[in-house]
């Protein structure tokens, strides 16, 4: 297992079990996607944050909010082309970090070259 492929393996666990706003899963999810920073936006809170780095990391890939098959929990789906991937869980923003998380892995996957 490469790096880059463990970076995103880790972040995808961290997020898939967070509860809510975490401020130091905020600067690894910065750091880890976009470089290092001093004040990284507060990404497991905002869904506004989390839409716009799902922009910055997945420009091309299409996105849907909705509730799960229960009506209670929020859930996600991103596709481009035949990719597809798809996250439900606590918080809207946590469900959009998860769903990223799991494009970004599955786009690498596909390609065979580590994109972070």
Not at 78 to 102: E, F
Request: glycine fraction near 6%; charge should be negative.
């Amino acid at each position: 297992m490469n790096k880059a492929h463990s970076a995103l393996q880790t972040l995808q666990d961290r997020i898939e079990t967070a509860t809510g706003t975490d401020r130091a899963l905020d600067a690894d999810i910065e750091h880890i996607l976009l470089g290092p920073s001093e004040d990284a936006p507060n990404y497991t809170g905002s869904v506004e944050r989390c839409m716009d780095l799902l922009h910055a990391v997945l420009p091309d890939w299409h996105w849907h909010l909705g509730r799960d098959a229960t009506g209670m929990m929020p859930f996600a789906r991103l596709s481009k082309g035949n990719m597809t991937v798809s996250a439900d869980g606590t918080t809207v923003p946590l469900v959009l970090l998860a769903a990223t998380i799991k494009a970004l892995r599955e786009q690498e996957q596909r390609q065979g070259t580590p994109q972070r």
